[in-house]
């Protein structure tokens, strides 16, 4: 009689466990989406068009300065590239995208 | 002269540095005399060992500040949106050849050259200039002096004598150099670069491996070194945990490699946290040439160059964590990338985990031991206490469990002097210099 050999390894149950949390995750973990986040590190997303805009706007004014929440980055606020919180590539985003 | 360190009891000797910035980078110079540490915020510091001093018995081999400066500073590549961090990723010294000592560091897109000199002597009785440094009226001038030369406090002036930039469209992970003394590599995630120390306007790339089409990426270049002895050999680690070797003579171009390092895998046992985990996170020849080690997430590993097909040792740093993969993969720590290094004599080797913990492995006795870089659990002159983590059961007295590890605390940098058993270990913010004990 075949006993079925329930013992998974260490590794197996903690994916099971990766996938029931994320069953949307992408198949290759180490394929070229996880490897060009790495390549972008650093990426802000800075117009300097925009930027350079508002400076000949207000001239005679100071730029406002970054809300201290730094997510603000629409509406009156022109944000600096010091202000730009970073773009972390957010791997637990991409987990859940396929 | 037997470096095994099971038989000695390694000490906190001293000097434990507190910076502003988590550390990034430890490196001893070729002699062991200096010791070189870059941080996230740019900046370099340098420890100089004191010589013996029969006033100050204690005192001998104690490290101590002899040089700090700014290195690198923030930068945003207006062109790309790109913000290049000032964090030094490598620090590696040239061998010395006169008074002054040479360093190369690198952020992720600029390599410098630095040069590291002491004054230590001052001119005085400059004819046209008072010691003031005022301009004298020259008409006022009625007998010339020569200038004598006087003793002053030692200073110590590190400037930058070389800019590499330009060269670099990914981040510099690696620099090595050659042991001509004259070229160096530096590599990025998909390219190395061959420089010469005294031209910075122009940089052979030597190794691409950038797929025309980015969609066909499959691996990206975690580190590369070149040879102690062989100044025409280098080797390179990759992402999906391999390592090529090349020989520059065989062609301009290194694409091909000479030598093909993988480990094979057991196909059944394949997960989705596989490649991820065998990822090299560095690589280093021993002192010898004859091997190299290469760190992974979860293991260190001593390849015989002769011998391609598979490691000679393998040695488990943090096997425990594989229980752990899932909330590892959750906060990324399973991206942390680890160094290891040699001891001097080829027949130790160390490298870093959690929790503060660094692991030292024997090969010759194939005895390892779990020691810990906290204030909090060691006291100056005293012998470090092995630690144990506890991997399930019951948990004895001063043992760990795996659940109770700070996964914040983590050594990725450490350090051995080339010739003692004196090493250097960066526990994010604090540098902790540990020591034989001397009977």
């Given at each position: 009689q075949e006993m079925e050999d329930k013992v998974t390894s260490p590794e197996k149950a903690e994916e099971a466990k990766l996938k029931a949390r994320y069953?949307?995750?992408?198949?290759?973990?180490?394929g070229s989406d996880f490897l060009r986040k790495r390549l972008q590190k650093g990426q802000k997303y800075f117009d300097s068009g925009d930027y350079n805009m508002a400076k000949a706007k207000m001239k005679n004014k100071q730029l406002p300065?970054?809300?201290?929440?730094?997510?603000?980055?629409?509406?009156d606020h022109i944000p600096t590239p010091q202000d730009l919180p970073q773009r972390k590539p957010s791997l637990v985003a991409s987990k859940l995208a396929g | 002269d037997d470096v095994s360190f099971q038989n000695h009891n390694l000490i906190n000797c001293f000097c434990i540095l507190l910076t502003a910035d988590i550390i990034s980078t430890v490196e001893f110079n070729y002699s062991g005399d200096l010791l070189a540490t870059g941080d996230k915020g740019g900046r370099v510091v340098i420890f100089q060992r004191e010589q013996e001093n029969k006033s100050r018995?204690?005192?001998?081999?104690e490290y101590n500040v002899y040089s700090t400066f700014q290195s690198h500073e923030p930068e945003f590549d207006y062109l790309k949106s790109l913000e290049i961090e000032e964090k030094i990723n490598k620090i590696r010294w040239l061998p010395q050849q006169n008074a002054a000592h040479f360093l190369l560091s690198t952020n992720d897109k600029t390599i410098k050259l630095w040069k590291i000199s002491e004054r230590d002597k001052r001119a005085e009785g400059y004819n046209l200039k008072d010691e003031d440094g005022r301009l004298r009226d020259p008409f006022r001038i009625t007998a010339l002096r020569v200038p004598i030369l006087k003793p002053m406090d030692l200073m110590v002036e590190a400037s930058p004598r070389r800019i590499f930039a330009n060269a670099h469209t990914y981040h510099i992970n690696s620099i090595s150099v050659n042991s001509d003394h004259e070229t160096y590599l530096s590599a990025d995630d998909l390219r190395i670069n061959l420089w010469h120390?005294?031209?910075?306007?122009r940089s052979f790339n030597i190794v691409d491996i950038k797929p025309v089409n980015m969609e066909e990426l499959t691996e990206v270049i975690t580190a590369a070194e070149f040879h102690p002895h062989q100044c025409n050999v280098l080797v390179y680690s990759s992402s999906k945990g391999t390592v090529r070797l090349c020989d520059m003579r065989s062609s301009a171009l290194c694409d091909r490699h000479s030598k093909f390092f993988e480990e094979p895998e057991d196909p059944s046992s394949r997960s989705f946290f596989s490649e991820i985990i065998s990822s090299i996170s560095d690589v280093k020849f021993s002192h010898s040439g004859r091997y190299m080690m290469t760190r992974d997430y979860l293991s260190v590993k001593v390849w015989d160059l002769n011998m391609e097909s598979r490691p000679v040792e393998t040695h488990q740093v943090?096997?425990?964590?594989r229980s752990k993969l899932c909330s590892l993969y959750e906060n990324d720590c399973i991206f942390d990338k680890f160094e290891c290094c040699w001891g001097g004599s080829d027949s130790a080797i160390m490298t870093g985990s959690y929790n503060n913990f660094f692991r030292m492995f024997d090969r010759n006795t194939r005895r390892d031991v779990t020691l810990e870089a906290s204030r909090e659990n060691s006291k100056p002159r005293a012998s470090l206490k092995p630690r144990k983590v506890c991997t399930g059961g019951k948990r004895k007295k001063d043992e760990i469990s795996v659940d109770s590890l700070?996964?914040?605390?983590?050594?990725?940098h450490t350090a051995w002097h080339p010739a003692e058993n004196v090493i250097a270990v960066a526990a994010t913010n604090n540098l902790y210099i540990f020591q034989d004990k001397v009977n």
């Open positions: 069953p949307h995750l992408g198949q290759k973990p180490g300065t970054a809300a201290p929440d730094k997510t603000e980055v629409t509406g | 018995p204690h005192s001998r081999g120390l005294e031209i910075t306007d943090h096997e425990y964590l700070d996964f914040n605390k983590k050594i990725l």
